[in-house]
């Protein structure tokens, strides 16, 4: 892994640690790392067989209408090395998420998520995250391969769902993100 990619994965682990309340030394808290979301159970039971074989332990969530595959990690000073090793074995584009428990959306109910941005420059992705926090959102952030412009990290606000997609556009106006992109 390249130097920026191991800086962008620290920043993902500091940024995602601080906003939820976690020790970035000590590390008291749990995340998940997600590396995919399926509408079909049998695509997310391929992706954890993969983990599997890859000596991952991952663990299969409902989420609304949705399968994802995440894996746990214990504490903030393991955020990097796992993403760092789901990277190496094939897994590019992940995500994580604070907290050890998913977000719940009613079972059937479509589930989206905001992209607020891309970006090359971490400290970009930090005013952004920065900004949705104060804002009074719950961001993410993914990391992810463009084949146009290398490794970025996304910021987004995940677990929108169906019901709730007028007023999280309406509130993201407000706090001043425009154009932004909601994805099913």
Known sequence: MNRKTVCLVALMVMLTAHAYGRNICGGHGTFRVQVG???EAVNAKGYMTRLRSACF???LERHGCLYRVVVPVGGSEELGP????LRNVGFRNVWIRGGGVATQVPRG???YRVLIGSFREPANAQGYFTRLLSAGFNPALEL???PCHGT???VLVPDVGASERAVVTRRLGTAGFKGT???G
């Open 37 to 39: 979301s399926f509408r």
């Open 82 to 85: 796992v993403v760092q090793r």
């Open 109 to 111: 109910q479509n589930v």
């Open 152 to 154: 970025v990290i996304r």
């Open 144 to 146: 992810f391969d463009s």
């Open 181 to 183: 992109w909601m994805r």
């Open 57 to 59: 332990s991952p663990v």
